[in-house]
């Protein structure tokens, strides 16, 4: 099974609707991230967040929304969805620990959103 | 500002043409620089941490190394299995700071 989950991996919606995308894990980390990317652009950093009660915005939060319901789920809500949302999303979890080891993230298979 | 900046674009190689991909980059103080490798449709998969100058990983025909300012990704005999997007990322220094992913180098690899 994949230590990291999204749900779900393709999505086609509506301008104006809200939309969740949710991201599960296995691998016992405390840091996950929400990250979109466009071609051309790499991947951008939305939110992230070290522990269930700290969460932090990214270079690019406007328009979106998150939850860390538990150590191992993080989900990320466009609360109304607009054409240029359209991208790949992308969850990724690390370690908590020190030396440099912590920076190391790991990518779930990513969602695919197209906003109409 | 932290910045990363990936070249070539794109590439294209022969099987068993060795080559280098670039990746260059600005930050104040370098906690430690990442390489992934995409494929098409695919989360990023992670491929070595590299944290000070003249270091060098290596994993099957991928070498990584380290400069102050830039890293290399040499790839030895290349397979098409080898063909995939690579991606480069920095993390700086502080703990607050997150990683500066660049766009990535898209190689592909003909039988």
């Known amino acids: 099974d994949a230590d990291v989950t999204q749900t779900p991996r393709n999505r086609i919606t509506k301008t104006g609707k809200r939309i969740m995308l949710e991201c599960s894990q296995t691998?016992?980390?405390?840091?996950m991230y929400w990250y979109r990317q466009d071609p051309g652009l790499g991947l951008r950093l939305i939110y992230y967040s070290f522990d269930v009660k700290d969460i932090n915005k990214g270079e690019i939060s406007d328009g979106y929304s998150v939850s860390r319901q538990a150590q191992a789920k993080f989900s990320l809500s466009l609360e109304s969805a607009i054409p240029n949302q359209t991208a790949l999303y992308f969850c990724?979890?690390?370690?908590?620990?020190?030396?440099?080891?912590?920076?190391?993230?790991?990518f779930g298979p990513g969602t695919r959103l197209t906003v109409l | 500002e932290d910045q990363v900046t990936q070249s070539p674009e794109a590439l294209r190689l022969q099987e068993g043409e060795s080559s280098s991909l670039n990746c260059s980059y600005t930050?104040?103080?370098?906690?430690?620089l990442f390489w992934y490798r995409q494929d098409p449709g695919k989360g990023p998969e992670f491929l070595f941490t590299?944290?000070?100058a003249g270091e060098e990983k290596e994993k099957e025909r991928l070498k990584a190394t380290l400069t102050k300012k830039e890293s290399f990704l040499h790839i030895t005999a290349p397979k098409p299995e080898d063909s995939a997007t690579y991606l480069c990322a920095v993390a700086p220094s502080g703990s607050a700071r997150q990683l500066t992913f660049g766009s990535g180098t898209q190689l592909t690899v003909l039988p």
């Open positions: 990724a979890t690390s370690d908590s620990g020190a030396g440099g080891l912590g920076d190391t993230q790991y």
């Open positions: 590299l944290y000070s």
């Open positions: 691998k016992g980390h405390d840091r």
């Open positions: 930050v104040s103080g370098l906690r430690g």
